[in-house]
């Protein structure tokens, strides 16, 4: 029932195997019968999360560093995306999801369970109080968030996760130039700088682009500023 997923899947040059593809089922079947009760998201049917859950966050490995065994969050992980299907794709990462909606992280820790994924770890609580968190600050390779806020916002919840040399990857539509553009203070005052827009196109799907960040810099002690600061008042 994955085929449409693996075949696109195939154009990116991902060639799942029959376990993954075993995975991605299980984690559709779950995540509808769990969406009947609490919401998890608002995209359902198959070919719908096939490509607009499962296809769209496996997108993020285009811009993943080379190598492997990278230290991964997930910022406003929600129903697990884009971090599962990763984890499902690329099983050397260490994964960690963070929810702040407990029902939410009911989800995670039950599909994990389900699926039998090993170091992959569920944390509920905001970002602005796990990226104070010395467990957490400046410790991961590659933080991601996908439709969490706008990007001077999402700079402020990410950056201080990721260890100098890391990267932010942020799914986003493909007209943000404005939105860039009032993003860039924030990015630098938090220790990153642009590094690439990828291009994606996604079948059925409006044109969409992975904002890339590097971080270049420590995080200034001050930030993450205190929780709501972020989106109330913008840097």
Not at 146 to 164: D, G, K, M, Q, S
Request: hydrophobic share 45%; glycine share 8%; proline share 7%.
């Amino acid at each position: 029932m994955m085929d449409l997923l693996a075949q696109h899947a195939r154009r990116f040059g991902w060639d799942l195997t029959a376990q993954q593809i075993t995975a991605f089922q299980t984690y559709y079947e779950e995540l509808e019968a769990w969406n009947q009760r609490v919401n998890l998201t608002g995209i359902a049917g198959l070919e719908a999360v096939q490509i607009k859950h499962f296809l769209d966050s496996l997108t993020c490995l285009l811009a993943f560093p080379p190598g492997s065994g990278q230290k991964v969050i997930d910022v406003g992980s929600g129903a697990g995306f884009p971090g599962l299907p990763i984890r499902i794709v690329r099983p050397d990462i260490q994964l960690t999801l963070l929810e702040a909606v407990g029902k939410k992280t009911d989800f995670l820790h039950h599909i994990v369970d389900r699926l039998g994924l090993s170091e992959v770890t569920v944390v509920t609580g905001r970002a602005e109080d796990a990226g104070r968190d010395p467990q957490h600050r400046e410790q991961y390779d590659v933080a991601l968030a996908r439709a969490v806020a706008e990007l001077r916002i999402l700079a402020e919840y990410t950056l201080p996760f990721c260890r100098v040399g890391g990267l932010v990857i942020a799914p986003k539509r493909a007209a943000i130039d404005e939105e860039l553009a009032s993003a860039a203070r924030a990015i630098a005052t938090l220790g990153g700088a642009l590094r690439a827009r990828v291009p994606i196109e996604l079948p059925g799907v409006e044109p969409r682009q992975l904002v890339v960040l590097d971080k270049i810099a420590p995080t200034p002690a001050r930030y993450p500023r205190r929780a709501g600061m972020p989106e109330r008042r913008p840097l």
